[in-house]
């Protein structure tokens, strides 16, 4: 299946549904937003994704679920990319927490997990310093999900907010998943460094 | 050693015992026609004729018609063969004079008490014969039938700093990779890859211990002086386009952290010569200058064609996993890979025709359980060389399963090319995320795979996203292969499987394949 027919292929739903048409991604944007061992750089993404508001766009991406999955995901993972020097407050930190609240905590299928690992990747990245982000992450370290549990662990870690040192500790007596406890352990060393 | 075979063979014939005319093994003999046709007349005795002249013993040579035949040369005298020397001698590469048939002179010499031919080696005193290439001992030869079974005999450049890449005939392994050692003294040190007439592909593995410096090629330049490949400046001014210089080098390459690999041939239009690759060797600090670290060297070296490609699978631990309906709601690993049919069929099946589309059959396939690195189940892929590492089989590719791969989008990740030939280096492998499979198939899942095998056997995207400063994207450097997305090196999960003449070519040269 091509770009081009994926883009078809949205046009079409949505028409056949009488919706708003949705963000339909271009086929540069399918491909900019589909590469298998790449992740897209900030050039790239402003070269190919509509403008002149990048991270509008690619936030429309990331929540529309008519858009494929994969797509979504990818843009997720993207906003990070146009934050400036600080991203506090700033539009691509705003998606992000966006995208983090529109996974419903009752939602546990694999995609509604894949698309909360990508929101909590992307908060880590974007690295605000608040300490509303550190509150937001902490509570996913008891998720059932050993995945979500080990992203929220080096999160915390790329946020660099020592606040998150209490929290691990604690999800860290309790841990069983070995896979977890060594990316606490990972994280807490880390953040022993941030001040 | 050679002298038993032969007095071995005649043992067997005065045991076996002696009766007159068109004489069977081990009969008396006096001349060729006193034995059966099938048997050769060797020191009075009927026995085997030879295939190859060590089956007669040292000092032998085998001809035509499978007679062995005992030299003549005396120390001193010229040879152009191991089996032109009396027992006792070797024929040995003189120095840098070469003959009027454009080969390294040689002549007989006393043998030493090195190691026999086919043996790994440093220098020539290592050999019994005198002689090491590609880091064997080999003895000179003027055809395949002067060389023991399992090799040939085929031009070979002398790289030592005398010789300077001269060709001489030695005998190699007739098919297979050589593996061998390049030494190396300094940071930035010049190095001569030598590259036998029956080689299909060379490629040499950089690699450095300090894990925060780059390690690669500084330039590369054919026997024939065409220069195929120089490292791309650094950052990108009026006089600098890294992108550009990138994508024009012939051979494709870029120095990286910790270990690289330069493989020969990119395409078609720049074709693998007999002779010594000159190139230099250099590791660097992150941002471009000069490193310390001293580069480990490890060359490869394919002989013959081969179409197998062997797949060893490892699994991280996918227990529990939020993609699970993918498989079953089951367990994922080594033992249940071998018998479900979404595996079995659906992947390994699309693989299977996959490549065949390049002209390569699938061949053994193996199944691993990684139980005890808990840290790596769900893999960022900065430490994906950690992960490699533990692929420790040289023949094929290991294909390492994963629960999670970030950053989140990435499918798969891997050396491009990957150290054919050899295990148990951070580049050994391509990683696989099994989360990929929570919104697409399995068979999109073999597509995915395919395509990141093909890169490690050395083709490169048929087009990438990025842009020249006309606008133009880049593309590889293989002519035939065009933009399409129906390729299977297209860089998008939503690309084809097809593959051109060219990028068959290059693929099925590839040190992976048996």
Known sequence: MTGKTVAIIFVICATARGETPPPTPTELEIHTLSAIDSVPTKDELATYVQGPDFVARLEALALDSTVDFGIQLRAIRALPSFCAAQCKDTPPHIAVLAVIASVPSTDHSGRALLRLRAGIEALGIVKSGKLEDVNLLVPFLDNASRDIRAATARALRDMCNTTAIVPLRARYQHEMSAQVRLAISAALRDLDQCN | MRYRTLSSLILIALVAGCPGGGGGVGDTCKSQSDCDSS????????????????????????????????????????????????????????????????????SCTAQNTGRPPGSTCDIDMDCRNGTCALGHCTDLCDNTRDCGNGNSCMEIPRV?????????????????????????SGPSWPILLPVPSAAHSAS?????????????????????????????????????????????????????????VLSIPSTPSAQLET?????????????????SAIPHVTAVVRIDAAVILDLHFYFLDLDDHPCASAFGDARLDASAAQTKTFFQNDFIGYLRTIFAHGGIALGSIDYTDVVDHPDLDGLDVVDAGSLLALGKSAVGVNVFFVRTLSPVGLQAFGPNPGPAGIGGTRQSGIVIGIDTLCYRSWTQLARVTA????????????????????????????????????????????????????QREIMTRSGVLR
């Open chain 2, 39 to 106: 048997l050769q007349c060797a020191a009075g005795t009927c026995v085997p004729k030879c295939a190859r002249a060590p089956e007669c013993g040292d000092g032998y040579s085998c001809d035509d018609d499978g007679i062995c035949h005992l030299a003549v040369g005396q120390s001193g005298d010229a040879c152009t063969s191991e089996v032109d020397c009396a027992p006792g001698l070797s024929c040995r590469i003189d120095g840098a004079a070469v003959g009027d048939s454009g080969f390294l002179l040689a």
């Open chain 2, 160 to 184: 030592d700093p005398i010789a300077n890449g001269a060709l001489f005939n030695g005998c190699l392994p007739s098919q297979g990779n050589i593996t061998w050692s390049i030494p190396v």
């Open chain 2, 204 to 260: 040499l593995v950089f690699a450095v211990d300090d894990l925060a410096q780059q390690v690669g090629a500084q330039s590369l330049v054919s026997p024939g002086g065409q220069t195929l490949y120089t490292r791309p400046c650094e950052v990108a001014d009026s006089t600098c386009d890294p992108a550009r210089d990138f994508y024009s080098n012939l051979v494709r390459h870029q120095p990286e952290l910790g270990q690289s």
């Open chain 2, 275 to 291: 002779g010594a690759y000159r190139l230099m060797a250099a590791s660097y600090r992150p941002n471009g200058t000069p490193g």
């Open chain 2, 451 to 502: 395509h990141e095998l093909a890169r490690y056997m050395g083709l490169h995207h048929n087009v990438e996203l990025a842009t020249d400063s006309n606008n133009v994207h880049w593309r590889d450097q293989i002519a035939d292969s065009d933009d399409s997305e129906n390729n299977l090196m297209f860089f998008s999960e939503f690309g084809g499987i097809d593959l051109s003449n060219g």
